[in-house]
């Protein structure tokens, strides 16, 4: 079988199937563990469904494949059970990351604010284990202000002999995958640089953060990890093998403990609204930092982690989410101006109106064109349109900014594009009928609530601003060119890609 949009003579996705597996016996879920009575065992394993391909024509070898059916709540429980045994050497820092869109998703779902909405879903993850739970937020203002600095620097190079224009934003796996694999040179010279926020995610948490939890641990003789590991067994758990501590001084303990936690020995989750986010996890590089290990470690959908919930206990406390910042909690839920996405073509709008033109953007107004998925944003000065912004949602408008920019007949200087048709909110991911449609009366109530949630320019983030210092050595320093920004797979492909119809 094979999707509609494959260009394949046979389709390496999984098809739809109605059977649920239970999770392996080495692998219990922590309910099954208890004796609840709401058990874990009926939940199915992560599968791309034919009606869920976006990233198509060879985006997937068998090796992914295999990996990608790892990228499921099976290895969730793994972790969370294997913290529960005695093995210290074993334990691992668990930590989750939950997209923005995600969130109105969980406060229809549950009838809640989006601000309960992320205290239920916080207090519910450390209910079974979770050490950490944060915001991605703070990564999609890194992928935006980087975003913004490039746009403004290929405006300026950009020119008859150089095109650099238009840009096209990278933050959408599907998107990328697709013009890697499909379409090569040239469009993926046009791809922003800027890394994803899940990338940049990766390694706030793995790197930042795990030097973080051991500087601030280091006054203490014995310091207690969340979970209960202290001392010696802490130091294994940061991946430091150290002989027994009897007859040991304060001051050897404090030699080990001074060292960094290392990326492998914290386990990183993504909650997100798709499923190409398993994907861009499989692929993405591997920064030096992190030692080899991934910046995601395994995504979860909305769905996957709601089915989670539902057979389990909602009765929990709720908690505050995360920050990377010590003790400090997130005191409210933001986003980026966005009707359904991180924002990034009203964010570098207003960048580039400002710092090209000296033009102060308010407001942010679209003109649908072709279809309310393609839409238009415009800046005019004394009569002349000098900025020409799009955004493009779903394969059948991207197939059109393609053939019409491979023609020399695409006007723009900028499209944020996205594989889904909608935004993020629309990821497959969630707000789906039991049948694989999208369940339109719950996605006008999640566009309702993403929409009242409070506007955060990146710019405005004082904790941004202190990263860029601290952790990345300066705003445009080496560190940070090879922490938040990345390059592109090319490969030479026919013209046929460009002939399907979506």
């Excluded at 065992?41 to 599968?47: E, I, N, T, V």
């Excluded at 990183?268 to 993405?284: G, R």
């Amino acid at each position: 079988m094979k999707c509609e949009h494959c260009t394949r003579k046979e389709c390496s996705k999984k098809t739809k199937t109605d059977d649920q597996e239970n999770v392996s016996a080495d692998a219990p879920s922590p309910a099954q563990e208890n004796g609840e009575k709401g058990e874990f065992h009926k939940l199915a394993d992560a599968k791309i469904f034919l009606s869920d391909c976006l990233a198509c024509d060879s985006c997937m070898t068998a090796e992914e494949g295999v990996q990608l059916s790892q990228q499921n709540a099976k290895d969730f429980f793994r972790v969370l059970n294997l913290n529960k045994k005695c093995d210290t050497s074993k334990h691992k820092v668990l930590v989750v990351s939950v997209c923005p869109q995600s969130l109105p998703y969980f406060a229809a779902k549950f009838n809640l604010s989006v601000t309960d909405a992320s205290r239920r879903l916080c207090g519910f993850l450390k209910s079974l284990g979770v050490h950490y739970v944060f915001d991605t937020t703070i990564a999609a203002d890194f992928s935006i202000l980087e975003s913004q600095k490039e746009f403004v620097r290929r405006y300026r190079q950009h020119s008859e002999e150089e095109r650099t224009l238009p840009m096209l934003t990278s933050a959408c796996p599907g998107w990328v995958r697709y013009a890697e694999r499909v379409l090569g040179r040239p469009i993926t010279a046009h791809l922003c640089t800027a890394k994803s926020p899940q990338q940049v995610m990766g390694s706030l948490v793995k790197d930042y953060f795990a030097r973080q939890q051991v500087q601030e641990e280091m006054g203490s003789a014995f310091p207690v990890l969340p979970g209960g590991s202290t001392g010696w067994g802490a130091l294994q758990m940061f991946g430091r093998t150290t002989p027994s501590p009897e007859g040991g001084s304060r001051q050897t303990w404090m030699e080990c403990w001074c060292s960094n936690l290392s990326p492998e020995k914290i386990f990183h989750v993504i909650v997100a609204p798709c499923y190409d986010k398993k994907l861009e996890a499989l692929q993405e590089s591997l920064p030096p930092a992190l030692h080899g290990s991934r910046g995601a470690d395994c995504v979860l959908t909305s769905g996957e982690i709601a089915q989670i919930m539902e057979q389990g206990d909602l009765s929990v406390r709720d908690a505050a989410v995360d920050t990377l910042f010590g003790d400090l909690k997130e005191d409210k839920v933001t986003r980026h101006d966005g009707a359904s996405s991180d924002g990034h073509l009203a964010h570098i709008f207003r960048h580039a109106a400002k710092e090209l033109f000296n033009e102060d953007v308010e407001e942010v107004t679209y003109r649908a064109l072709r279809n309310k998925d393609f839409q238009e944003v415009t800046l005019e000065k004394n009569g002349e349109v000098v900025l020409r912004f799009a955004a493009a949602y779903g394969f059948r408008n991207i197939q059109n900014m393609i053939l019409k920019l491979k023609k020399g007949k695409f006007p723009f200087h900028f499209v944020e594009v996205l594989a889904c048709a909608g935004g993020c909110l629309n990821g497959r991911g969630q707000a789906q009928t039991p049948d694989g449609h999208a369940d339109k009366a719950l996605l006008r109530q999640m566009e309702g609530i993403y929409a009242d949630i409070p506007v955060r320019r990146p710019e405005s983030s004082a904790h941004v601003q202190e990263l860029y210092q601290e952790w990345l050595e300066g705003i445009n320093s080496p560190k940070a060119r090879e922490v938040l920004h990345t390059t592109y797979q090319s490969q030479e492909r026919g013209t046929h890609s460009l002939d399907i119809k979506w």
